[in-house]
């Protein structure tokens, strides 16, 4: 039975509140460090929400505090909450939301009191269907501006250190040091794309809530062209709505010293990012696709970023080949069956010798597990030629139950090499029905 959200919103006459801003170690302490869920290339992070913990993307594109799927949770407690309209990616309209002040956020041995947050009040938002864990919210600035901020992608360990010198120089040593800007509480870096064999410079925010590895606007420049070996597709869904879009491979990214080779890069149209209230020059987003193959140091108080290659470095990037998005629709009880240790009932002996006879036994079990359906079918792709339709609910995946297989697991096997075979069974209209399709590359 779904647990029923109680929102509690306090209303209280202003009182001024004269708490240092940010998040602040509680005790005289130069670091901590703690586990993240790396999925997608997406970070997730628990933090507590006036004293209920919460699982949040951390997300250096977003300069507010985000709230949303609360489903999970027992009893969440607001403060000073107003009506607003919240306005973001996608292709649809404003959305209805709440404005809270005076929260405390904790993030282990961190708090940051008299903090303000949104709430998202559409339960269609949900970030949760689509990583396959609850995702209650999204953080961004607040979470960066105090302090050196370490992301450690392969160990997947955010580490916060104390902003001083020592600890400055000591990641200064094994680093190399990227320049970035500060503006409207969200970081932007000079880098270079080449396209047509020419050096186009581009101003990009640094995204580590978007999963891709680059995205370009070509209305924001004349230089930026969409290649003309594309296709179109769905990009990922923001405030607004859906972003859709095109994906395409351009000859080369380079951010510093670094270089990348034909990454794949996201074109979104024009409509889903209407609504985004953009800085003067950006022309587009790096995201986590490029920022998971290295460790990375967000100093934003200096305005710099610190990076260092990790083994994914030179990992070849790839895409959904497929053309089938996954989205997670609920659980649904499996049983399971397990067969017990057992001992011999009694020894036989013939002329072969002796003979143990066992008694089988069996017991069943009952796991609530996840409920995967396709959310989105890309047309003429192999799964749409194949037949595969939108709200089919996924049974098999090549032979396998469905429900033993994580969504990033899912994903991953969609972009593995070409001419790789799937096959799906899936009830639609509760009919069993099985389809078989061939990975191909289309860039």
């Given at each position: 039975?779904?647990?029923?959200?109680?929102?509690?919103l306090i209303y209280l006459f202003a009182c001024p509140v004269f708490a240092q801003q940010g998040f602040q170690f509680k005790k005289d302490m130069n670091k901590i460090s703690v586990p993240f869920k790396l999925i997608n290339n997406l970070v997730f992070v628990p933090i507590k929400v006036n004293g209920v913990e919460l699982n949040f993307l951390l997300d250096t594109g977003v300069s507010e505090t985000i709230l949303f799927s609360l489903e999970d949770k027992k009893e969440v407690r607001f403060f000073n909450a107003e009506k607003?309209?919240?306005?973001?990616?996608g292709s649809q309209e404003a959305v209805e939301g709440l404005k809270s002040t005076n929260n405390v956020l904790e993030f282990n041995d961190m708090k940051y009191s008299n903090h303000?947050?949104?709430?998202i009040l559409d339960p269609e938002f949900n970030l949760s269907s689509h990583v396959g864990i609850p995702v209650n919210g999204i953080i961004g600035y607040h979470f960066f501006q105090n302090n050196l901020i370490e992301v450690n992608y392969r160990k997947k360990r955010v580490i916060v250190y104390k902003d001083n010198d020592k600890n400055r120089k000591k990641i200064e040593k094994s680093y190399k040091t990227i320049p970035i800007t500060v503006e409207k509480s969200k970081p932007y870096l000079k880098s270079t794309i080449i396209?047509?064999?020419?050096?186009?410079?581009?101003k990009l925010l640094i995204d580590i809530g978007n999963s891709d590895a680059i995205w370009l606007f070509q209305d924001r420049s004349e230089l930026i062209k969409v290649p003309a070996k594309n296709f179109e597709d769905f990009l990922?869904?923001?405030?607004?709505g859906d972003v859709k879009g095109k994906r395409a491979i351009i000859k080369k990214f380079e951010m510093g010293d670094f270089e990348f080779n034909n990454p794949v890069v996201a074109f979104p149209d024009s409509v889903s990012i209407r609504n985004v209230n953009m800085v003067p020059d950006r022309k587009g987003s790096v995201g986590g696709e490029i920022m998971k193959r290295f460790t990375v140091v967000f100093d934003y108080q200096n305005s710099q970023m610190y990076l260092k290659k990790n083994s994914d470095y030179s990992a070849p990037f790839s895409y959904n080949k497929s053309g089938v998005e996954i989205q997670q629709n609920g659980l649904q009880w499996v049983q399971e069956t397990v067969r017990m240790e057992t001992v011999p009932l009694s020894t036989k002996y013939n002329e072969s010798g002796g003979v143990r006879v066992f008694m089988d036994d069996f017991k069943y079990k009952f796991q609530l597990k996840p409920i995967y359906e396709i959310a989105y079918v890309r047309q003429n792709s192999p799964a749409a030629?194949?037949?595969l339709q939108k709200g089919d609910v996924i049974i098999l995946i090549n032979n396998n139950p469905i429900h033993k297989l994580s969504l990033q697991e899912i994903n991953a096997l969609f972009k593995e090499e070409e001419e790789k075979w799937i096959t799906l069974e899936v009830e639609r209209k509760s009919e069993i029905l099985k389809f078989r399709f061939?990975?191909?590359?289309i860039l």
């Open positions: 039975m779904k647990k029923r959200i109680v929102i509690i607003i309209l919240l306005k973001g990616l303000m947050l949104y709430i396209q047509d064999n020419k050096e186009i410079p581009v990922g869904r923001g405030f607004s030629n194949a037949g061939q990975l191909y590359n």
